[in-house]
């Protein structure tokens, strides 16, 4: 016997009642998780946080001016592609410069963060999908033709898929996968924790080509000609490494899932929506319909902006339409575009929509739900813009690249080492670019000297730049992320997010670096 008291929750009663739980003890692994959580969920606000690391990164510029700390190194511009010796110096806040700079670009700092405008520009496509009830008959739809064992891989898979479209997986995919989860009675963290892993922690490989794969071969030509003014590599010259990569990270985010994160969240006490029992209505069945139409419209309007030799969203130079094009840089808003027009087609079809003020108001709704995030990225912001002024993170980037390429180490020992020097700095220099400008002209050289292809030199830096996204505070979506946690969980915080995400990062980047190291001994072609 049982007693239902709310949906999702149920009182055992008479026999039931004295069960024992099906799980009393805890693994070691999981009290370090736990002890990880309870700590990190202490510290202050984030807010806070990173008001004190401004007035730490504030004096430590200061120390390191006045001990005239400065690094020169090769590097390369990435829009010009030119390659100069640079020498950077480590510049105070406190001085009367770095003041001046303080004060005078408060708001062109917020302005420079681009992840805000992404949000926003987002969610009012976002938010009217979600109000329609769109999102909603997705998951149900999602639930009834996806196997329940394959749920997991589906939202790792299409996670990893989801950086062709820049930032868009960690606005739209993670809050699904939590639902989708919560739909079928699995705890919506353990869907929140693996559609980001899938979303951050595999960021830099995909199945497809994206605008960031151009940037990064491009400064690898450039650090190629270094040492061979005619050689060169290509946007497809780690496809078969991505596509390996994707396959068997998709596997290993979804077995940490299901076998470390999934036991250790335990129930989900909840209430749980019961879409799995629940059969499509004729209305949302129409609306899906039409939601498809709208889509495919919006795809046929952008594909006649696109396609077409001299289309307005090919780059107007070169013609190219994939990596450095119109298109790929503003695919937010195509993206924005699609979950417009596919939440009023939903609405209008399912009769969830009857006006214009309905859309309005769902656009307003999505937007002012973001104040407290926008006010926490504004201090972000301020943060990142001071301590790129600092030069503290280029001065350490160089540092440890000369400690590392100074080592004295074999080929694979030094490739493995360069992963885990990207890792590192990948806390502190979140930006794939910049870091890759400052790496390549000394470790593509260094390596091809010792007979390591530039492929390899690429894959590497690509297993290194990944799995950190997921655990730094430094993630223009981290906050973000946490927000979607506290949705199911009150009292979550940072250390809820660091705790579900570090089994993610160190087996990842273990695996990773095992299929790299595997790639490299057995020779096998890096791409086409």
């Known amino acids: 016997m049982a007693t239902t008291t709310a949906p999702g929750m149920v009182i055992p009663t008479g026999d039931e009642a004295a069960e024992p739980p ?47 700390a400065s690094v020169t190194y090769e590097a390369i511009d990435p829009e010009t592609h030119a390659v100069s010796m640079t020498t950077t110096y480590a510049q105070s806040l406190l001085t ?46 999602l639930v009834h033709i996806a196997p329940r064992k394959a749920l997991t891989y589906i939202l790792v898979f299409v996670g990893i898929l989801s950086s062709i479209a820049a930032d868009a997986g960690y606005l739209v995919l993670i809050p699904l996968g939590a639902a989708a989860f919560l739909s079928i009675g699995r705890h919506p963290l353990a869907g929140l924790a693996a559609s980001f892993a899938g979303v951050a922690a595999v960021f830099t490989v995909n199945i497809l080509i994206k605008p960031l794969d151009g940037i990064l071969t491009g400064i690898t030509n450039d ?16 496809f078969w490494f991505s596509v390996a990569s994707v396959i068997v990270l998709t596997l290993v985010v979804s077995i940490v899932t299901e076998r470390i994160v999934e036991p250790r969240l335990g129930t989900y006490v909840g209430e749980t929506p019961a879409l799995e029992s629940q059969g499509m209505t004729a209305a949302e069945s129409r609306g899906l319909k039409l939601a498809g139409l709208a889509t495919l419209a919006v795809l046929a309007v952008f594909a006649l902006l696109s396609i077409p030799d001299g289309a307005p969203l090919r780059n107007p130079e070169t013609g190219t339409l994939i990596g450095d094009s119109p298109l790929m840089t503003g695919l937010i808003v195509l993206v924005t575009f699609i979950f417009l027009a596919a939440g009023l087609g939903y609405g209008l079809g399912a009769k969830t929509i009857t006006s214009i003020t309905d859309v309005t108001g769902a656009m307003e709704k999505a937007v002012s739900g973001l104040g407290g995030l926008i006010f926490l990225l504004f201090v972000i912001s301020q943060f990142l813009a001071f301590f790129t002024y600092s030069n503290l993170a280029t001065l350490a ?28 700095l990948d806390l502190i220099m979140t930006g794939a670019i910049p870091k890759w400008a400052i790496f ?35 993630n223009a979506y981290f906050a973000l992320i946490v927000t979607f946690s506290a949705k199911y969980q009150k009292d979550a915080g940072v250390g809820t997010l660091v705790a ?29």
């Open 22 to 68: 099906a799980r009393e003890e805890k693994t070691r692994l999981e009290r370090f998780l736990n002890t990880i959580e309870r700590v990190g969920n202490k510290v202050p606000h984030p807010a806070v946080i990173f008001v004190l690391l401004i007035a730490f990164v504030v004096v430590l510029s200061h120390v390191f001016y006045a001990l005239g």
């Open 96 to 141: 009367a410069d770095g003041i001046r700079f303080m004060y005078e670009n408060v708001v062109q700092n917020f302005m420079n963060f681009n992840a805000v405008g992404v949000i926003i520009v987002a969610m009012l496509g976002v938010g009217v999908a979600d109000a329609s009830g769109l999102i909603t008959a997705l998951i149900k739809k």
């Open 223 to 238: 650090a190629i000609h270094l040492i061979n003014p005619q050689g060169s590599i290509d946007l497809t010259a780690n």
């Open 397 to 424: 980037a160089v540092e440890m690249g000369d400690f590392l390429a100074d080592a004295g180490l074999g080929a694979l020992p030094l490739l493995l080492g360069f992963v885990l020097v990207v890792a590192v």
């Open 440 to 474: 390549a002209p000394v470790f593509v050289p260094l390596l091809m000297r010792l007979g390591v292809e530039p492929e390899a030199v690429l894959a590497a830096y690509r297993v290194g730049d990944g799995p950190l996204n997921a655990v730094s505070p430094l």
């Open 500 to 528: 579900l995400m570090l089994p993610y990062v160190v087996v990842v980047t273990v695996a990773w670096m095992i299929l790299l190291a595997l790639w490299q001994v057995l020779g096998l072609p890096w791409g086409l």
